[in-house]
């Protein structure tokens, strides 16, 4: 018990041993989940949490933040209950255990960066998959499990080791920038990223998300600056287009590009071709997708099995044969056409709508529906709506939904973040109909849009639900 205090950087309240008389089981998990012997880690407990886990007979707890009676409740019971500063530490500890109990000889790849780690991910685990190995990830359509905040993704693996055998590859999306109740968990790319030991390590690409746990585009880099250190001997997938990517210090670099690259340790698109040592892997016709911020999330998922020593037709087959997450311009529709799209960042919704455009015949209109990101500051969402701005010409029709009637109160969108969207928009002369709720935004952006034309539904959370509304509206 004292060792694992030291390990999360803890103070050690009431028993210092395990409380369950059969010790630690190996597996980290939530309270409601836990069994004898399991330990807990969260983010914040009261006398409540602690009285149940006594009754769970669970080893131990890990906290950041006790209240309402813990301490005293814990010591009342001699209960044991770490108090870290740091509950990242936990999460990484638990992350590194579990993967060397239960997933020790797996090969193991980390990606990060601000856009595109999900479909990176999940293109990355279609491949091996297909390919006939075991693999699990904690990419989901909604992306809840890729923050590591928690221990969820050590949970995920030890339940999947035990239930179904042992895993070839682990592949773990990591958050690039992380924060809990507004204060930035510095370095948790880096710390991650180390507590499993990749073997491959993807970057995507460096820019602005997460505003207030970061301010500019530097603080990003800090972030992710130790990642490749962390990569180690390992190969670093790199992104040779993003200029803040390419002055990351990586010891075994693999670069990726949408342009030509004359060197052995990369792959390309030539605009018609993956190339990769000369020869054509890939034809454009054979991508799933050919938006370009598709096939560098494409190149970036085969650099990684390349890297991984995966046969170069194993690959091919994956790649032609792979469908997209949820909300990854998703096609909803054909007459109009709707596409669906996570772009809930500056540059996710300015590469979105740039390809979408690419779309568009001559007399059509792009429609524009976009939830405004609720309860994550004004900053975040001045830069979206200047992304938007950028965006705008005389063939796009826009739409603003604050979601009221599908969002929860983490995702409200209140007054000031509204009003950013309002008067920006105003200031620069762009029309625009707003909805407070989604149902009705999608009712007129479908009854207001031509056959010809094409919608397109970006945001985040006051998006996701559009794809099952729409199917009761059409």
Request: hydrophobic letters at 40%; a negative charge; one cysteine or more.
């Amino acid at each position: 018990m004292h060792r694992l205090a030291r390990k999360v950087e803890g103070k050690l309240i009431g028993n210092d041993d395990f409380f369950s008389i059969d010790g630690f089981t190996g597996k980290f998990t939530f309270l409601n989940e836990a069994h004898t012997g399991d330990i807990v880690i969260r983010h914040w407990i009261n006398d409540t949490g602690i009285q149940m886990a006594f009754d769970k007979n669970i080893a131990c707890l890990i906290t950041q933040t006790p209240k309402d009676g813990a301490v005293e409740t814990a010591e009342r019971l001699n209960f044991p209950l770490i108090i870290t500063d740091k509950i990242e530490l936990a999460n990484a500890f638990a992350l590194k255990h579990t993967i060397k109990k239960y997933s020790p000889t797996s090969t193991n790849i980390v990606i990060t960066g601000t856009n595109g780690k999900s479909t990176t991910s999940h293109l990355i685990y279609h491949i091996l998959n297909n390919a006939g190995y075991r693999v699990l990830t904690n990419t989901d359509s909604e992306s809840e499990f890729n923050t590591l905040i928690d221990p969820m993704v050590s949970k995920l693996i030890s339940d999947e080791v035990i239930e179904n055998g042992k895993l070839d590859y682990l592949v773990i999306e990591v958050s690039e920038v992380q924060g809990w109740l507004g204060k930035l968990m510095k370095n948790h790319a880096a710390l991650m990223s180390g507590a499993i030991k990749p073997k491959v390590g993807v970057i995507t690409n460096i820019a602005m998300d997460h505003i207030g746990l970061v301010n500019s585009i530097e603080d990003v880099f800090d972030e992710i600056k130790a990642v490749p250190e962390a990569i180690g001997e390992g190969v670093a997938v790199l992104n040779h287009d993003d200029e803040m990517v390419m002055k990351l210090d990586a010891q075994n670099p693999f670069y990726t590009s949408m342009s030509a690259l004359n060197q052995d340790n990369a792959v390309y698109f030539d605009g018609e071709n993956i190339v990769y040592k000369d020869d054509s892997i890939l034809s454009i016709d054979e991508l799933p997708f050919k938006g370009n911020h598709f096939i560098q999330n494409i190149l970036s998922a085969v650099g990684t099995c390349i890297s991984l020593d995966i046969e170069i037709d194993k690959i091919v087959e994956g790649v032609k044969s792979y469908k997209a997450l949820n909300r990854r311009f998703t096609k909803l529709n054909n007459e109009p056409l709707i596409y669906d799209d996570f772009a809930h960042n500056p540059d996710g919704i300015k590469v979105t709508i740039s390809e979408t455009l690419k779309l568009l015949s001559p007399n059509q209109k792009l429609h524009v529906a976009c939830a405004i990101r609720g309860s994550r500051g004004i900053e975040i969402n001045q830069l979206n709506v200047d992304a938007l701005v950028e965006s705008m010409n005389e063939n796009i029709v826009l739409y603003l939904s604050s979601s009221q009637d599908v969002v929860n109160d983490l995702n409200k969108v209140e007054e000031e973040e509204r009003d950013v969207f309002f008067n920006t928009l105003n200031q620069n002369s762009i029309n625009y109909t707003h909805y407070d709720n989604l149902n009705d935004c999608l009712k007129d952006v479908y009854n207001n849009a031509d056959k010809n034309d094409i919608i397109l539904l970006i945001g985040a959370q006051g998006m996701d639900p559009a794809e099952s509304l729409l199917k009761d509206i059409i």
